[in-house]
Nanobody, 123 residues
Framework: VQLQASGGGSVQTGDSLRLSCALSGRFLSSYSMGWFRQAPGKAREAVAAITKSGHLTYYADSVKGRFTISRVNAENTVYLQMMSLNSEDTAVYYC?????????????????WGQGTLVTVSS
């Protein structure tokens, strides 16, 4: 399984950005998916997760109401729509895949990780 995240960039406070994560080597429908981020000097943080079917989603409190995770299994792609961005959202964002179900929501342990994409929010 290979994961390729893209869509990061430099934006201003209040802007929106959409990240994409393309999975190759397997069918996306076989995996629960998640987005994580790591800000400079901070530990990695779970941001959002979505079940294999896409019927259930989970979010960190810090992004609830602003971020939306979605997936298009036919395209083997997972998205993270981010709105009302602020400086605290500045981080490297990673996507991850989990072979089994999300037994612990965003705190589930994921099996495969992609490289990150940098999001920088400035005022």
């Amino acid at each position: 399984v290979q994961l390729q995240a893209s869509g990061g960039g430099s934006v201003q406070t209040g802007d929106s950005l959409r990240l994409s994560c393309a999975l190759s080597g397997r069918f996306l429908s076989s995996y629960s998916m998640g987005w994580f981020r790591q800000a400079p000097g901070k530990a990695r943080e779970a941001v959002a997760a979505i079940t294999k079917s896409g019927h259930l989603t989970y979010y960190a409190d810090s992004v609830k109401g602003r971020f939306t995770i979605s997936r298009v299994n036919a395209e083997n792609t997972v998205y993270l729509q981010m709105m009302s961005l602020n400086s605290e959202d500045t981080a490297v964002y990673y996507c991850a895949a989990k072979s089994s179900t999300l037994t612990a929501g965003i705190r589930s342990r994921f099996d495969y990780w992609g490289q990150g994409t940098l999001v920088t929010v400035s005022s």
